[in-house]
């Protein structure tokens, strides 16, 4: 099952930036980090004024410990964050589910898109949430229907690495280079190619069962 819910009273640096700087903020990828924490790639659009300046504001909040700007353009910024503090994620993982998205489009909704990973995960998650005094409105719930196996950036970095002979023996490129090749981290590039191999690997098996 997937679910797609908004959060309205949440202290989170995408649903603040959006209202700030009257633009959409999307997180395409999103993984616990250091107990509390977690890492992200995100997508700005529609961004009126000086980008430099509205990552600085980001990087100056508390919760934030890094930001890598990997492509600015006219009104779009791409990149990665670390935060010392996301409750949001962790509780998403603790109750079963997996993030699958989250954006907000400046109207101080924090939107996110979620897969169920067992049954009673989405109830328990939707109940979770909802004890931290926040307000949650559920927007959609439904059926996954032939679900792809990787995300289509998932999907684009594992044939990149597989082109360029990254799971030959020897390798014919390293992680660094992926980095450089891709626009990306080398510590993005590594998360996201072990997550990508974790899913075409499990889905393998599960159809061999």
């Known amino acids: 099952m997937e679910a797609e819910f908004s959060i309205r009273g949440m202290r989170f640096w995408v649903t603040d930036f959006a209202a700030r700087w009257s633009c959409s903020v999307t997180v395409t990828e999103c993984i616990p980090w250091r107990?509390?924490?977690g890492q992200a790639m995100f997508e700005v659009n529609g961004l009126e004024g000086d980008a430099a300046a509205a990552i600085e504001e980001v990087r100056a909040r508390p919760e934030i410990i890094s930001v890598d700007v990997v492509e600015s353009s006219e009104g779009r910024v791409v990149g990665s964050v670390a935060m010392r503090e996301l409750w949001i994620i962790w509780t998403i993982v603790d109750c079963g589910c997996?993030?699958?998205?989250?954006?907000?489009?400046?109207?101080?909704?924090?939107?996110?898109?979620?897969l169920a990973g067992s049954e009673g995960s989405l109830p328990n998650l939707i109940k979770v949430i909802s004890s931290r005094g926040v307000d949650i409105e559920i927007n959609r719930i439904s059926r996954?229907?032939?679900?792809?196996?990787?995300?289509?950036?998932?999907?684009k970095l594992l044939r990149?690495?597989?082109e360029r002979g990254f799971f030959?023996?020897?390798?014919r490129v390293t992680l660094e280079e992926l980095a450089l090749m891709s626009g990306m981290?080398?510590?993005?590039?590594?998360?996201?190619?072990?997550?990508?191999?974790?899913n075409v690997l499990k889905n393998f098996f599960e159809k061999r069962r």
């Open 35 to 37: 107990k509390k924490g």
């Open 98 to 114: 997996f993030l699958e998205s989250a954006w907000s489009n400046g109207d101080g909704r924090a939107m996110f898109r979620v």
């Open 144 to 155: 996954m229907v032939d679900r792809p196996v990787v995300t289509r950036k998932q999907e």
């Open 160 to 162: 990149l690495a597989l």
């Open 168 to 171: 030959d023996y020897p390798r």
């Open 185 to 198: 981290s080398t510590s993005t590039v590594a998360e996201m190619i072990k997550r990508g191999e974790k």
